[in-house]
């Protein structure tokens, strides 16, 4: 099973300003890699598949990066509703589907 | 637009069973693979289990494997969870969410709002 590990755990950053989460992966996941938003009670959005696409309808100021281990979300110009907690997940060796556990980007 | 709207959550003691249901609106249902995916109280998310779109393939975790059944009907575009000999740690909340093609292989790219199952006694 592939292990997914998120740093930081929480992030707190000033609205307008960037934040950079981080994921690492066990063993390599190619470019198999998800990044999902979820706000409290709500359900998880997609964000970003294949590493670095962008899903529909989500706004330009997110970006993902990175392949094989390591991994990158980064959210430039942080909007209020962009606090939430992110998760990441491999859809490369499966299954079992793996998530990190997570960063909860908070406003500072 | 996509829609996924579970049901069939609720309060069951400790080894009895639950039904989850999924009803799946604004896309061609047959042609997507769907999976469930659990959150306990607090915590991360955790994948439980994913059916093909033709459902002739499915997949569960360990933690559940013989306890829970994921099948569909494509007919009533509606995916199903059977859950049996449910344990405390089963408490969660159960989204289904939908793959971005037939396979399993594809991402997740739209889920539901969740049900809420609580194992107590």
């Known amino acids: 099973e592939i292990v997914m590990t998120q740093s930081p755990a929480t992030l707190s950053v000033s609205p307008g300003e960037r934040a950079t989460l981080s994921c690492r992966a066990s063993?390599?996941?190619?470019?198999?890699l998800a990044w999902y938003q979820q706000k409290p009670g709500q359900a998880p959005r997609l964000l970003v598949h294949?590493?670095?696409s962008r899903a529909t309808g989500i706004p330009t100021r997110f970006s993902g990066s990175g392949s094989g281990t390591d991994f990158t979300l980064t959210i430039t110009s942080l909007q209020s509703e962009d606090f939430a907690v992110y998760y990441c997940q491999q859809y490369q060796n499966w299954p079992p589907y793996t998530f990190g556990q997570g960063t909860k980007l908070e406003i500072k | 637009e996509v829609h996924l709207l579970e049901s069939g959550g609720g309060l069951v003691q400790p080894g009895g069973s639950l039904k989850l249901s999924c009803a799946a609106s604004g896309f061609s249902f047959s042609n997507y693979a769907v999976s469930w995916v659990r959150q306990a109280p607090g915590k991360g998310l955790e994948w439980v289990s994913s059916i093909s779109g033709s459902g002739d393939t499915t997949y569960s975790a360990p933690s559940v494997k013989g306890r829970f059944t994921i099948s569909r009907d494509n007919s009533k575009n509606t995916l199903y969870l059977q859950m049996n000999s449910l344990r405390a740690e089963d408490t969660a909340v159960y989204y289904c969410?939908?793959?971005?093609?037939?396979?399993?292989?594809?991402?997740?790219?739209?889920w539901g709002q969740g049900t809420l199952v609580t194992v107590s006694s």
């Open positions: 063993q390599s996941v190619s470019r198999n």
């Open positions: 294949a590493a670095s």
């Open positions: 969410a939908k793959h971005s093609g037939g396979n399993c292989y594809y991402v997740t790219d739209y």
